[in-house]
T-cell receptor
Framework: KQEVTQIPAALSVPEGENLVLNCSFT??????LQWFRQDPGKGLTSLLL?????REQTSGRLNASLDKSSGRSTLYIAASQPGDSATYLC?????????????FGQGTELSVKP | SQTIHQWPATLVQPVGSPLSLECTVEGTSNPNLYWYRQAAGRGLQLLFYSVGIGQISSEVPQNLSASRPQDRQFILSSKKLLLSDSGFYLC??????????FGPGTRLTVL
């Protein structure tokens, strides 16, 4: 059974810091991995998608890496801003019965202080 | 790019009442569609997914059901709500096994 763990559960940093969010998963047979952002009371915004054959993806100040063999992914946020405050969710995609099922971690709640 | 609509945005219902949540998708055809629930302190859980009209797969046995009457319409229903059905319901779509995109969600409170 796939299990996804995110560390830390919460993080508070001053504005301008670079930070790393961690995600680990127990079954390496994933199709892809997605990082999402969720603002309070809102839906999920997709940030980055890494296919299982890829090592990393970049979008602006965000960089996500994937080490499938060790079951780990990291999300690197450069020069953090107060607007980055949100919950960040990691999800791995497992394929079965024609569907792509996302298994989510519990999330990291990020607070960036001005 | 696709847009996902969900309604209602919020809903307060008494225990034992019926439920119907609707999700529609624009900007894509023949998507895979998903219903997830986010309960307080329990993370996101996949409830149902559909790879085509009339094709529904259930992940968790419960008193909820789903239907897909049209290619870009996905409905979550219940005949009698339980207190444990409270939560934030999210609809998502994807092209095959690719990136999943989520709607704005429906906040359901069962009293």
């Amino acid at each position: 059974k796939q299990e996804v763990t995110q560390i830390p559960a919460a993080l508070s940093v001053p504005e301008g810091e670079n930070l790393v969010l961690n995600c680990s998963f127990t079954d390496s047979a994933i199709y892809n991995l997605q990082w999402f952002r969720q603002d309070p009371g809102k839906g999920l915004t997709s940030l980055l998608l890494i296919q299982s054959s890829q090592r990393e993806q970049t979008s602006g100040r965000l960089n996500a890496s994937l080490d499938k063999s060790s079951g780990r992914s990291t999300l690197y946020i450069a020069a953090s801003q107060p607007g980055d405050s949100a919950t960040y969710l990691c999800a791995v995609c497992m394929i079965y019965n024609q569907g792509g099922k996302l298994i989510f971690g519990q999330g990291t709640e990020l607070s960036v202080k001005p | 790019s696709q847009t996902i609509h969900q309604w209602p945005a919020t809903l307060v219902q008494p225990v034992g009442s019926p439920l119907s949540l609707e999700c529609t998708v624009e900007g894509t055809s023949n998507p895979n569609l998903y219903w997830y629930r986010q309960a307080a302190g329990r993370g996101l859980q996949l409830l149902f997914y559909s790879v085509g009209i009339g094709q529904i797969s259930s992940e968790v046995p419960q008193n909820l059901s789903a239907s897909r009457p049209q290619d870009r319409q996905f409905i979550l229903s219940s005949k009698k709500l339980l207190l444990s059905d409270s939560g934030f319901y999210l609809c998502a779509c994807s092209g095959g096994y690719n990136e999943q995109f989520f709607g704005p969600g429906t906040r359901l409170t069962v009293l």
